[in-house]
């Protein structure tokens, strides 16, 4: 069993965070701490990245696998010279177009990277966060602070401190909140350290925007049973961000897919089953003669990458036992949200022809 600590909550202005609470966050920090604080993406469960001590206090908070590497977050581009090593010169140039900003970047790491952190692998992740609280921290901890999504493992991850604290109260010393956070899918990942930069995870910036710089970028999502050994990015496994009921994904043209789960919701409903609805705004109408629970994305990508994983966490406090999704387009962000969907459906889509 994790001992228990207590875990002061601060609130935090998110444009202008105030200088003694932020001081009182990077303490904790450089005393081999836990600070969760909110990043543009998803809350950030936060240790001093150059500190063994610190940051195997993350991976017991969270019940994380010691095989799954942290990304490091940085407030200078000229840090990288200290955390990587052999960084081209691309690193260098989607660094300037992209940070601060969700885009995290694998490269060589340095020997100045603890072996816990990128769990014993001679690459390391890198970022430079875009939310002012976050840069706040960074500048005055004067760290390189490493940092998971502040959820338990495989979890939904946190949007707001709320869901920090439901995951991690009593484990982590203090949550700085600053309200909902804007983007609400994870960094998009790139991996520079092979022949071909790969794209590991779809995320805050869209792949469409990263094309002018990286025109042979490769799409390959990887969708990995728990079992798969030599897992690259643990977060490649299938089961990830995954709420505690069942979730069945439908993918097709709107109407059938719409005529699909409603037919899907008739038949748990009739097994006596709680059914949850994630709905765009728009689809909520065909769902409302029912009795299920709706929770809403939104109009347009954006807005469902924002509210994805709060849904799924209100649809699970709501109780209910199964939820219906379908997936948006994969242009923009709905890249990142089909994939996070995908992982919460452990993969049990369902592809309609017509
Ligand atoms: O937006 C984000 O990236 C958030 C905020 C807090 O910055 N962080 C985040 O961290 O999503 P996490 O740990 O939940 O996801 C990081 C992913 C994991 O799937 C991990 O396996 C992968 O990055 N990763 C980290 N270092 C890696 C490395 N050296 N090689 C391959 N994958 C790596
Ligand atoms: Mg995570």
Partial sequence: ????????????????????????????????????FPTETVYGLGANALSVEAVA????????????????????????????????????QLAEAFWPGPLTLILQRSDRVPDNITAGRKTVAIRMPSHPVALALLQTS?????????????????????????????RVDVVLDAGSTDIGVESTIVDLTGNLPLLRRAGGIPLEALVSLLPELQDHPEYLPESSANVV?????L?????????????GPEEAVVEKMRAAAQRELNSGQGVGILAI????????????????????????AARLFAALREL??????????????ISGLGRAVRDRLIRAAEGHIQTIQR
């Fill in 316 to 329: 699970d406090q709501a109780g209910v036992d199964i939820i219906l999704a379908s997936t948006p387009p």
């Fill in 239 to 251: 089961r990830h961000y995954a709420p505690q009921a069942r979730l069945l994904l439908f993918e």
């Fill in 1 to 36: 069993m994790l001992e228990q600590i207590e875990t002061q909550v601060a609130h935090i202005e998110r444009d202008d965070p105030a200088p003694e609470m932020i001081a009182l966050a990077a303490d904790v920090l450089q005393s081999g701490g836990l600070v969760a």
């Fill in 281 to 304: 705004d728009d689809q909520a109408r065909y769902f409302e003669d029912l009795p299920v629970r709706i929770a809403l994305l939104g109009h347009n990508e954006i807005e469902m």
């Fill in 142 to 170: 004067g760290l390189p602070i490493g940092a998971p999504s502040a959820n338990r493992f495989s979890r939904p991850s946190p949007t707001s401190a709320a869901h920090v604290i439901a995951d991690l109260g009593g």
């Fill in 233 to 237: 990015s643990p977060g490649s496994l």
């Fill in 57 to 92: 206090r993350i991976f017991a908070a969270k019940e994380r696998p010691a095989n799954d590497p942290i990304i490091v977050h940085i407030h200078e581009t000229e840090q990288l010279n200290l955390l990587a090593r052999s960084v081209p010169d691309i690193a260098f």
